[in-house]
């Protein structure tokens, strides 16, 4: 097992969908920094279910309990641990599959795996549910990002075909991602925004799903972070950001558009400003160079699966039988889990990123 | 920095492209396992430049020495390092990109990061270079996995738009990629290859350089394999991917292609086979639920960049003058680094998986 | 920070004395293995505060709660969460610590270090009461390696000069465990224990406080725990061990007594058992050879210092006023922590002991 | 396996006591230190065998050859590798020992961890000759603290009964510890010394061996180095020393001494000096208050057995026949380690100081 992140400042996720309480400790945060635990709240909630028609009908209280690591409202050097309780856990929803492992989910995998000891419910430790911790970890780091000038924000940038306004990745600033972010339905093109929901609610009505791709974009970044190698800004990110369940494909900058260019193109020049700075002219390197921070926003984007979740019978095995058998799910769940992940790709972004910030040399 | 990877099997890659060597010690392998040194040569044969008309003319000699942890021809339980010398090097070559850094390269961003302390010499730490230690690593670690069944292979999807044909994700099998890798160029459809290479040509032809997509599949794992939430396979594969240079998108099974899929087309359903073992009928997933193997085959992508050195004159700054400058390199690089860098994916993800295999339960 | 310990089996501390609560998050444990949290209660209330007559009449519960990891009472592969509440709290006792740093504690220390911002109440993430949630993870680790035959026990050797008798390194066995351990004053000799016990009542009439030496054994070890080089048996247990507030010394076998033999007194003699196993004849080795357990006993002592918390008045300095000055110390304090910390040992070893086992070769 | 150490400078030390080299990598130094090879090689001259009369009369050139990390003398931030050759090596000496395992060796631990796959060859991976490249890692380390104001320095307590005069532990400084360590033989009192030298020249005709304690002291501290619990100076200290062969204790300040104190004796009261620093007016706990460094000398001792390798008749083993035998060991070996240690155990305490002077906040 490895639920656990980071060199510097590390984090241990814990937790499964059902049992008493998911969490997370932090350990490692720079001392004396202010954490304002209801703008944490208020980006947990971005994430929580039940904000609209077609997101899962659970509800969940989700509000962390911070026990340690805060002294006087300020991170103390002691690790913090937040504590979110399961409230709203209906386990019989899930006694099926334990025989019959979902098509999509971990059910399959981690009972293998654990040769039949994992907590299958609701997916166990496997749950979408463990990114309420990580967001709640996210929320943390980026309060302190923020202090330093750095910005982190996301949207999704396409739903089923349907495609948002991408950022301008030499112009974006922390305006624009403060923009985006703060919508309930966060795209750049509220016209697109509606489309995407029409395919969401028409999935939904199929009893089906749908995937998407959620853009990310880092501003206020100074030159210089990222180790080189294993430790760069690609491997960082990528490690974190496939920690949030169905990411099936990371992409930095130009990401797999690069294939299709001359050299010529891609490269992106060096240039001063007026005010001394370098930057570059054009950004299909996406902020990263050789894994280091360029000064240049940091683009990234994240494609997700669509939610395996569904209410169609599908084709899958029996274990007690030993036989095929079929599986219509019955239990709650997102015809498109983009939305929601929209804060945990910030999330995680910001944990990876704060990591790296906090290793750098004295 | 951090050139280190790996939990209970490490690797750490030490050197520069104008050091006296460069090489790799890899600790915590399983002991009494045979390495073929041959082999090992011969692997990394497949990366070395100057095998064809269109890659680098610089001769590397890049026969590692191995100087601990073998006896008798075995791993015996010591650390092994590798030692591969730095023998053909034209420093002179790179004296001028001290001042003016090459566009797409990491010499600005190394520079700031180290405050000017860092080796610029043809890339310092941040050279391709540095994937022929990789390579040692990798090939070592793919005899241990040869030798349990598992077997790596990639070859190239495709170059500047010209595509080969996939793999079939759910057919692959050790002897499409033994076929696939023992190829000079390692297409599947030689006539795409035969395309590509006149691609490459052109491109060189015009002091160019294009870029290009590698598939890699690996076939034979067990299910189980890799850990939950930031350990699961997409994250370690990825992050070990991400350290070759030049990676800006790494995708699993249908990658980015799920955003476009239904939740009923995308599911990959279970169905017991007449041997008893267990499969899905398709491969979306490309052999990872939840981060752990699935017993089908792993599949997954890179996209590697335009070499980023090319003869072309480019805008780029001078840092002695403090002002704009233009810079053409004339040192010798690849018009197209995607057949070399072929058998650095397989061995990332050889490095990545042993690692994973061996911190599995007793 | 780094309240983390362990490769494989991991674990991570978080809390301070007076923080809402403490706990620890244990990954990476064997899956499928029954937890008697009932033990694990009955173990943790031999380091529970307020037992006897000289110990600090603070009262805590310390009843953990475990909100993750367990299903249906076995490990199941996502990591261990628990929860320890801060109820009996007296936070007015410390608030003139935070100005006069006693003498012998960390608080000037960590306040230097995080510059003020450390949480200083109680000694806040650097308390004594932080070996509750250790305690809490060595027990769950030595149920786990009792199941493989492996036992640890611990007993109090001195204090202030009053010896029990010591374990006999080649015969001690799991019963001379469980009987020590088994006693409210864990020593051998009962009549040196009532000695030990009037030190320590005098001590406390004085308002001052005494230390001792603590001898811990594990038997059943089989041979081939511990890595070479900095993963020895004697450098894991160490770092464990010395994470004990107070600990001042640790030493393994003859320990510093190597320094007066001779290397033919020394040295331990291989010799064939009837059943054809091998064991030493002696064993000033204490179980460790090269840093790798030998199938003897291992033996190791912990030299606790004195409580630094003495009623006497003492100098030490005022921040505020910048000036040499006074302090009696009038909260809750042990006039001698060694009976408590006799658990504290044995958890540091198994958490230890757990990570190297669990590392071994499949 | 595990021969690396150190989270933010990392070393990995490799090679066998007869492989072609041995060496390490340091990774994560900080950039732009000059490095002075010359010193390096000095100071690893004082580990070298050979000396004089006592020592081991193998002859080893010892000369690292630098063959990464260092641009224009300085570090740039790529990982440095030091490959030190093994020429002086008899293999035939070690036949025998495959087959008879030597007591007090790791020949017989290793042979059953490693399933007889081991290097057995002069105790292979165990061998002292590892204590080389730990010496290389450490004299780096040690020049980088200097430049920071920070010396360490240790000389040889005592042999066989026979004690040095010992450190001032308020009162040592930078003079003191340079004054010891430029001597032959590392005492503060010659005549003691004397002693020493014809205790080990007793012990030799004897075909015996004895060991000792090694005293070391760190000055230039600043305060609050060391990470709280399990990254305490004293555990990370601890970790680093017991890898260096045949150590058996490690103790810090008053050590063991403690059990015999009371409390009103053992702390240590804070005084401001006339310029305004803190400082204790006795130094019991040795410069380590809560596992972080209080500004005081931090005072250390390790013990030493005696060298295992002797020259009388010892009961052994016998693999090959299954049965009980005796062994006479005719190879080279110091009577006593303990001169050629005392380097060993300022190098392992650079290398932890180091690492953790680096981890601490910007």
Known sequence: ???SFGEKVKIMIFGQSHSEAIGVVIDGLPV??????EAVRKFMERRAPGRNAYSTPRKEADLPRVVSGLFEGKTCGAPICAVIENTNTRSKDYDKLKDLPRPGHADFTAWVKYKGANDHRGGG??????TAPLCFAGAVCMQILERRGIHIGAHILSIKGVQDTPFDAVAVDADTLKAVTEKVFPVQNDAAGEEMQATIAAAKENADSVGGVIECAVVGLPVGVGEPMFDGLESRLAAAIYAIPA?????????????ALFGSENNDNFTYQADGTVRTTTNHHGGSLGGISSGMPLVLRAAFKPTPSIGQTQDTISISKGENDTLAIVGRHDPCIVPRAVPCVEAAAAVALLDLICRMEQ
Chains 1, 2, 3, 4 share one sequence.
């Open 125 to 130: 430790h496997f749950s979408g549910r463990l």
């Open 1 to 3: 097992m490895s639920s």
């Open 32 to 37: 004396g920094e202010e954490i304002d635990l």
């Open 247 to 259: 990411v099936k494909g990371v992409e930095f900058g130009e990401g797999f558009g690069v294939a």
